[in-house]
């Protein structure tokens, strides 16, 4: 049974109908095309076109193909289409004739495009709660490196820190940060685990702003025309949980603009975790020391016992690339269609799936990995030397009077000179010091990279206060997405 047998004498060749069929790919949209015949029967009935006999018995055969749908009771036949052939096909074995009235006034097109809206509608919330999951344990991180962390859910259970010795008393943890992948500031630990959060809270803001432009009704645009039957298209849209309906049936038949946007979301996001990704795998090296995987979350190699590699971080990095191969995908199937429907549309599902299905695979594996990871305070400390202190040396100048310029150029050739005589800049005597300019003996204390870090206060700073407050902000964020 095709949905389009009429006009043909012979049937579909074999090989056509395997390229035509989109059943392996779009059956996952099974429960959106059920729900979206019921509301579409509900309206077509309101418009007089199904009896209340009629009505009544599509419904109840509907409810039972969502019944079988939920309990993975539905057999596909290989005649199956699609899943709106399939859905279709069953309705006619449960209730007979009845059933071909169902598609009146509808067309695949605007049933596939209001299918796919519903399915993107229902991940956008699964997708989010993932993301605030690792939102989460970058936070936990953050304050596990502070002196006194705010409680966090672990801890009020009393499972002990993972993050290993020293943790959360005394002085915060502090390390290296970086441009250029050269030493350049030393921060607080806790500031470069929230600059992951503060990406994928954008990440996240842009899921939510993509709702509603999801949350358009295309059902009742007919195949591109418009329906000929007076159906109440914004109680139909209400049914089904749009905010409203499209106003340009042939507009409404072929965008596909929210999938496109939606893959874009989904691939910045992948590359924000191939970001962090990528400076785990790097800091987990033993030329970098500073962070330990625990071994739930590190693979071996099946040739050198020592290995212990971080893979999962890998495949984080790697996954962004294919996201992002999905989204550019998509764009060229997009590009130059003629209006309306086209075939090539039937190419839009199958990468909004894969997306999904990785980010939901990656989102808990990194947020577990994270949460288990140990941190190497010591290691992270003794990677800052104090030449990472010389732009505290020319403030500290500045602080005296000096023109900045002027401060940066005599900081510099203090760099230089504890350089050539190869001591560390704090260990040069202070005749050497006043030689180079109007220091005095308190300079030493800007070597202090604590210091650094507390005088960097403003909003978003590194210092302690800033980031405390940091934390405050992204704990009230995670609420408000709840
Ligand atoms: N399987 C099709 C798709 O995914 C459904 C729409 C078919 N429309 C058509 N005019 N053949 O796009």
């Known amino acids: 049974m095709t949905l389009w047998g009429g006009r043909f004498s012979q049937k579909l060749d074999d090989l056509a109908w395997a390229l035509n069929s989109s059943l392996p790919v779009d059956q996952r949209m099974a429960i959106q095309d059920v729900d979206g015949s019921i509301a579409w029967a509900s309206a077509i009935h309101k418009a007089g076109i199904l009896s209340d006999e009629e009505h009544a018995s599509i419904s109840l055969g509907l409810d039972t193909i969502h019944k079988e749908f939920s309990s993975g ?128 809270k954008r990440d996240v803001e842009r899921l939510q702003d993509l709702t509603k432009r999801v949350t358009v009704l295309p059902l009742g645009s007919g195949a591109l025309a418009g329906a000929p039957f007076a159906v109440d298209r914004d109680s139909l849209a209400k049914s089904l949980g749009f905010a409203e309906v499209s106003q340009n049936s042939l507009d409404a038949v072929s965008d596909r603009d929210f999938a496109a946007e939606y893959l874009f979301v989904c691939s910045m996001a992948a590359v924000h975790l191939s970001k962090l990704a990528e400076q785990v795998v790097l800091y987990t090296t033993a030329e970098f020391g500073f962070l330990e995987l625990s071994d739930a979350f590190s693979t071996g190699s099946s040739l050198m016992p020592q290995k212990k590699n971080p893979d999962v971080f890998e495949l984080t990095r790697g996954k962004a690339g294919t996201l ?131 005088k960097r206060n403003t909003v978003g700073g590194t210092s302690l206060q800033s980031v405390k407050n940091q934390i405050s902000k992204c704990r009230e964020n995670i609420q408000t997405l709840k």
């Open 73 to 200: 009771q539905f057999s596909f036949v290989p005649s199956d289409e699609d899943i709106h052939t399939a859905v279709e096909r069953r309705l006619s074995e449960l209730i007979g004739a009845a059933a071909g009235k169902l598609h009146t006034g509808r067309s695949r097109n605007d049933q596939v495009a209001t299918d796919f809206r519903l399915w993107v509608l229902q991940a956008i919330p699964e997708l989010t709660s993932a993301f605030n999951n690792l939102q989460t344990a970058l936070v936990e991180q953050a304050e596990l490196a502070l002196p006194h962390p705010q409680p966090f859910s672990q801890r009020e259970k009393g499972v002990p820190s993972p993050t290993g010795e020293g943790k959360g008393e005394g002085e915060p943890t502090i390390m290296p940060g970086y441009t250029h992948l050269q030493r350049a500031q030393p921060i607080l630990l806790a500031h470069w685990w929230l600059s992951h959060y503060w990406a994928l």
């Open 324 to 454: 992002i191969g999905l989204l550019t995908g998509l764009m060229s199937t997009l590009k130059g269609l003629p209006s309306t429907y086209d075939k090539d549309l039937q190419e839009d599902k199958a990468p909004v799936f894969q997306a999904t299905d990785t980010l939901l695979s990656i989102l808990p594996v990194m947020a577990a990995a994270l949460r288990t990871i140990t941190v190497k305070p010591e290691r992270m400390r003794s990677a800052i030397d104090s030449t990472m202190m010389a732009t505290d040396l020319a403030d500290y100048l500045v602080e005296k009077g000096l023109p900045f310029r002027e401060a940066h150029s005599l900081a510099g050739r203090v760099v230089r000179e504890a350089g050539e005589k190869n001591v560390r800049m704090e260990e040069l005597p202070l005749e050497a010091y006043q030689a180079i300019g109007p220091f005095e003996a308190d300079v030493y204390q800007v070597f202090d990279p604590l210091e650094s870090i507390n």
